[in-house]
């Protein structure tokens, strides 16, 4: 049994057969790049309700657009201008947890923890050109997986683990930037950043010990 499945990178459009086993997978699971893009050839955003475990879906603008054509009865290339508004609407209609990526990282669950508050939406403040690169991406997909597989233990809502995720990634490359500019941050350095950063955001106190 899996305790988490990220599916996505590397994957090409002609890989449908498994994106539908890994949506059929009763654990938490992260869908990004060609994951995406399959989901939806697929036309089966809307059945993530029916997963028995999270889903969290990563799109960038132009897969965001392919994956949810119309929302609120109106065409999504018409309200991208509103990133808090049309993560929100994502997150209802396919029951998955929304991260919308470019700057300002928009993240919306389709469920309010806790029960009977208001859904959030959380927005990333530390944007960088830095992530600005192909791999960056993967990066976070792969760190989202690995932090979905310990929350279960930690009883950490899977909302947190992509907020987590989101924060940590983007400090890394902050944080790589210092030394090979916004430029010069690739996947690799992207990745040997990772707990660097993760040690500077400890010492200053900014990360809470339920999550990381």
């Known amino acids: 049994a ?7 990178p590397g994957l090409t459009a002609a890989a449908i057969a498994v994106v539908q086993q890994v949506l059929a997978a009763p654990c938490p699971l992260v869908l990004d790049a060609d994951g995406l893009n399959n989901l939806a050839s697929l036309g089966r955003v809307s059945s993530l309700h029916q997963r028995p475990a999270p889903t969290i879906l990563t799109p960038h603008p132009g897969e965001f657009r392919r994956l949810f054509p119309t929302l609120n009865g109106q065409p999504v290339a018409e309200q991208m201008a509103d990133r808090i508004e049309v993560v929100q609407a994502a997150a209802q209609l396919s029951g998955a947890i929304v991260l919308l990526k470019g700057a300002r990282v928009a993240i ?54 992509a907020v987590t995720a989101t924060w940590w990634h983007a400090h890394a490359a902050i944080f790589a930037a210092q030394t090979r500019s916004e430029l010069g941050v690739d996947a690799s350095s992207l990745v040997e950043s990772l707990i660097p950063a993760l040690g500077w955001l400890r010492a200053v106190g900014c990360l809470d010990p339920r999550l990381l």
């Open 108 to 161: 919306a669950a389709p469920t309010a923890n806790p029960p009977g508050s208001t859904p959030a939406v959380f927005l990333n403040p530390h944007s960088t050109p830095a992530l600005a690169r192909g791999g960056s991406g993967d990066v976070l997909t792969g760190l989202l997986g690995g932090l979905l597989a310990q929350a279960a233990a930690r009883q950490t809502p899977p909302e947190w683990v």
């Open 2 to 8: 899996y305790q988490a499945i990220a599916c996505g």
